[in-house]
């Protein structure tokens, strides 16, 4: 965990939740001359002096090494769906995407693959793998989708 907070690490969920530096509410890290820091606090928010969490979040270890990291903890969704969305080009894809912000529709993952890239994850797919793969699917623009919540 601790290099994925120097890295600022994020995924496909960071459009719900945030990347690693939304999500980290304090830490703790050595300096070069061997002095431990701890820095951030369990409060969600805090104006008190300067906010040297975000600043060793994503600094890739040039300032300290992580050693500690107090992090906020997300229910897990009682409900997944996914849903995988083909596209005539990116910019359809991304207005798709855009709307669906717009709506507040809770989408938990959302990964957007242009049509090179879905080219190479079905040469993978095929090459890798005794069933089919991904072989039906089409050298498109692809979304895939996920979807949480309370009830189905």
Do not use: W
């Not at 820091?37 to 104006?47: E, F």
């Not at 009682?78 to 596209?87: D, K, N």
């Not at 095929?126 to 050298?139: F, Y």
């Amino acid at each position: 965990i601790g290099g994925m907070v120097a890295c600022g690490a994020s995924g496909t969920t960071a459009v719900k939740y945030g990347t690693m530096r939304d999500n980290i509410l304090g830490l703790e890290c050595c300096l070069a001359d061997g002095t431990i820091a701890r820095c951030g606090t369990r409060a969600l928010k805090s104006s008190a002096g300067y906010d040297l969490t975000s600043l060793m979040t994503g600094s890739e270890g040039t300032l300290g090494v992580i050693t500690k990291v107090l992090v906020k903890l997300h229910p897990i969704p009682e409900h997944v769906t996914a849903a995988v969305c083909t596209f005539d080009s990116l910019q359809e894809a991304a207005e798709a995407v855009a709307m669906m912000r717009m709506c507040s529709i809770p989408v938990e993952r959302c990964e957007l693959l242009d049509e090179s890239s879905v080219a190479a994850f079905r040469k993978y797919a095929v090459s890798s793998s005794e069933e089919d793969g991904g072989a039906e699917m089409e050298d498109k623009p692809t979304l895939f989708l996920e979807f949480t919540g309370a009830s189905e």
